[in-house]
């Protein structure tokens, strides 16, 4: 038996505490599975391939990178959409994403792909079932869906469902909320096609992927991947202009994301030495956070110094990019790699399921 991951040090003799909860909460969701395999509950199914992205621990395994990732292999010779439920937007219901649409509106992984694929119809909605219907009505020359972080939810059933796990916390390890991470059960990884383990060394071992894989038991029709993140070259928020992380380089890391583990990793061996503001995953930045950034960056010591920050918080930030322009506020892109040379496997895997489920239709 593996021990128990508990991200936070300092957390776990509170986390630890609130174990009874943690069996409260397993039961839930337990009778919960039982209702939806007795089918009490009812998972609908449409007639489109429908491909979701999911986990079944709560925080940052990696979501937005797969979702960017099937959008750019795929969005070129399908005609896409992405239906995210709208995390921390200030509005709710269905939503289609336009050309005025922000980030509180839809929501900042939502208005990311937006950005970053116009050609993508973006989609929220917290009812994914009533979603589809009204994103197929508004799109009906919609090709491919992909429900982004879906799989605990069972209400609708997709036609090819991904499970991510990150490296550093894989779900077999790991215990229900509040204790651990989980917020589904174990045996519910059982219900997908591919496994992802995401976030690994970039040079994982095939010996560390095998004794992974042992551990998590995949089910001869399931698929197991290994990926790691890539970093690109950071860009000025506001005017694009890309800029290297160099040796002699003070930064300040700004994230309101579930784990910037990775990327402080990134800046240990990259820069000479960097500080971090953290806020609340999801944070919505005010007047008051953008000063308080202009004060701390003020205090940097050092003639090469910038501001760092993630995809995800730069879209909250770009409703101050008139003040932002001239700053040395820079954005740090990530892609999902796969490790193995198993990439061509995996698009494989996809565009067979799109192009089979389009053929029987």
């Avoid at 909460?25 to 449409?46: P, T």
């Avoid at 059933?157 to 229900?176: C, F, M, P």
């Avoid at 990775?262 to 240990?268: E, G, Q, T, V």
């Amino acid at each position: 038996m593996h021990s128990m991951n508990f991200n936070f040090p300092l957390l776990k003799p509170l986390r630890m505490l609130l174990f009874p909860f943690s069996l409260l909460y397993w039961v839930a969701i337990f009778l919960r599975n039982k209702l939806y395999d007795w089918k009490v509950l009812k998972s609908a199914s449409f007639n489109i391939p429908i491909v979701c992205v999911g986990n079944i621990a709560a925080g940052g395994t990696g979501k937005s990178p797969m979702v960017e990732w099937l959008l750019r292999q795929f969005g070129k010779e399908l005609k896409m959409a992405t239906l995210s439920r709208g995390y921390k937007r200030k509005t709710s219901g269905y939503a289609l994403a336009n050309a005025e649409t922000t980030a509180l509106e839809i929501g900042d992984e939502p208005m990311q792909f937006h950005l970053k694929f116009p050609h993508v119809s973006v989609a929220v909605g917290e009812e994914r079932v009533v979603a589809v219907p009204l994103l197929l009505h508004d799109r009906p020359e919609t090709e491919l869906i992909v429900l982004d972080d879906a799989f605990q939810h069972r209400a609708i059933k997709a036609g090819l469902n991904i499970v991510l796990t990150d490296y550093s916390n894989l779900y077999s390890r790991d215990w229900y909320l509040p204790t651990g991470d989980l917020r589904d059960e174990k045996r519910s990884a059982e219900r997908a096609d591919i496994i992802v383990v995401t976030k690994c060394p970039a040079n994982l071992s095939e010996q560390q992927a095998k004794e992974i894989e042992k551990e998590l038991e995949p089910a001869p029709r399931q698929e197991l991947f290994f990926a790691s993140i890539s970093y690109g070259s950071p860009y000025q928020l506001v005017s694009r202009q890309e800029r290297k992380l160099e040796a002699n380089m003070e930064v300040l890391l700004v994230t309101g994301i579930a784990n910037p583990k990775p990327l402080k990793r990134l800046l240990s061996e990259k820069v000479a030495s960097y500080e971090q503001m953290v806020f609340s995953d999801h944070h919505i930045f005010t007047i008051d956070d953008i000063k308080e950034i202009e004060r701390r960056f003020s205090q940097l010591g050092g003639n090469k110094k910038i501001i760092l920050t993630t995809e995800k918080d730069a879209v909250r930030l770009m409703k101050f990019q008139q003040d932002l322009a001239a700053w040395s506020l820079y954005v740090l892109p990530i892609e999902m790699v796969f490790l193995f040379n198993k990439m061509d496997r995996f698009k494989s895997i996809i565009g067979t399921f799109s192009r089979q489920f389009s053929a029987s239709a």
